[in-house]
C-alpha cells in the first residue's frame, strides 16, 4: 500500500476525483478547503487505475500528513518531517511506479506552496527559507540513497504543501 494525495483545481474537479475514487473502490479522507483528497492504495492500483484520472492537478506519494489545527509548524519542525520520512520506501515505490533503471539515481528538487488567508502564520513564513531548510535536510536524508539535488533537470519532485490546517510531504 502506498499514501497519494491527489490536489484539484476546484471544487468541481474534487468532486468528480472523489466520486472516481470511490466507485473504484478507495476509501478517501477530502479536505475540501485545501483541495486534498488522501488514500492508501495497493501499488497495483496506482499502476493500472490510479494514472487513468485525469480531473487529479497532481497525485503524489505522501510521506507526511499532519494535521496543524492552531498550530504552524516552526522551520525545524518541517526539517524534521523531512528527515523521519521513510525515504528508502519511497524511493522504491518510485522505481516501481516508473520503471527506473536499477542503478540510475533520481535527481530530485523541491516546491514549496503556502495556502492561507493574508495575515495568517502560514503565510508569514518565508517560502524560500521553508525549501532552503527542505533542500538541507533532503541532503542529509537522501545522501545513502544515491539520489543527487538537480533543479534544472530534476526527475523526482519533493512537494511541501502548508495550509492553516494540513501540512503535506
Known amino acids: 500500500m502506498v499514501h497519494i ?22 476509501e478517501i479522507e477530502s479536505f475540501w478547503h485545501d483541495h486534498k483528497i488522501l ?23 505522501c510521506l507526511r500528513c499532519e494535521r496543524l489545527g492552531e498550530a504552524t509548524p516552526e522551520y525545524n519542525e518541517v526539517r524534521q518531517w523531512v528527515l523521519d520520512a ?13 520503471a527506473q533503471p536499477s542503478g540510475q539515481p533520481w535527481r530530485w528538487h523541491v516546491e514549496c506552496k503556502r495556502l492561507g488567508p ?13 525549501k532552503q531548510t527542505v533542500r538541507e535536510a533532503l541532503h542529509e ?3 545513502g540513497l544515491g539520489c543527487r539535488h538537480d533543479s534544472v533537470n530534476p526527475t523526482m519532485t519533493v512537494f511541501l504543501f502548508l495550509s492553516p ?4 510531504l
Do not use: Y
Open 118 to 130: 493574508r495575515g495568517s502564520r502560514v503565510r508569514g513564513m518565508d517560502t524560500l527559507v521553508l
Open 86 to 98: 521513510d525515504w528508502s520506501a519511497a524511493i522504491a515505490n518510485l522505481d516501481e511506479l516508473h
Open 165 to 168: 490546517t494540513l501540512g503535506l
Open 141 to 143: 536524508a537522501l545522501a
Open 39 to 61: 488514500c492508501n492504495v495497493p501499488l497495483d492500483d496506482v499502476q493500472r487505475k490510479v494514472r487513468c484520472l485525469t480531473t487529479a492537478e497532481r497525485a503524489l506519494l
Open 5 to 26: 494525495f491527489f490536489s484539484a483545481d476546484s471544487k468541481l474537479e474534487m468532486a468528480k476525483l472523489s466520486g472516481r475514487l470511490q466507485a473504484m473502490g478507495i
